[in-house]
C-alpha cells in the first residue's frame, strides 16, 4: 500500500480491486485459522470445531471462504468464553480467605 501511495499516478482498477480486498482482510483466513488451531487444541481438543479446523490446516478439507470466515467466529467466540470463565474464577479465587480449598469441577 505504501508504494500505491508513493506513485504520481492513480492504481489501475485492478490495482485499486487488489488494495480494496486487502484492507478488507487484513491476513489472510487460513493464517488466522492456523493461529487458533493450537488454541483450540489446548482448550478443547475432542470438540467438534477444533478437529474441523485441524483439517482446514492440514489441508484435508478445503472450504470456501466464507466457512472459512465462520469457523474463525466460533473459534473465537469459543475461545473467549473460556477467557471469561477464567476471568471469573480469578476473581472468585481473589475474594477467597488464605488457606481456602478450592474444588474445580468439569463445566462440561
Known amino acids: 500500500m505504501a508504494e500505491t501511495l508513493s506513485q504520481s499516478q492513480p492504481p489501475s482498477v485492478d490495482g485499486a480491486e487488489r488494495l480494496l480486498k486487502q484492507a478488507e482482510n487484513p491476513f489472510k483466513l487460513e493464517e488466522r485459522l492456523a493461529e487458533l488451531v493450537d488454541e483450540l487444541q489446548a482448550e478443547y ?10 483439517d482446514i490446516v492440514e489441508g ?4 470456501s471462504d466464507d466457512r472459512v470466515g465462520e469457523l474463525i467466529e466460533e ?6 468464553g473460556v477467557d471469561e470463565q477464567l476471568r471469573q474464577i480469578r476473581e472468585m ?14 463445566l462440561e
Do not use: K, Q, Y
Not at 473459534?75 to 473467549?80: G, I, M, P, W
Open 45 to 54: 481438543p475432542d470438540h467438534e470445531l477444533t478437529m474441523e479446523v485441524v
Open 60 to 63: 484435508s478439507s478445503p472450504p
Open 75 to 80: 473459534a473465537e467466540r469459543l475461545l473467549a
Open 93 to 106: 479465587m481473589d475474594d477467597l480467605e488464605d488457606g481456602s480449598v478450592v474444588l474445580v469441577e468439569s
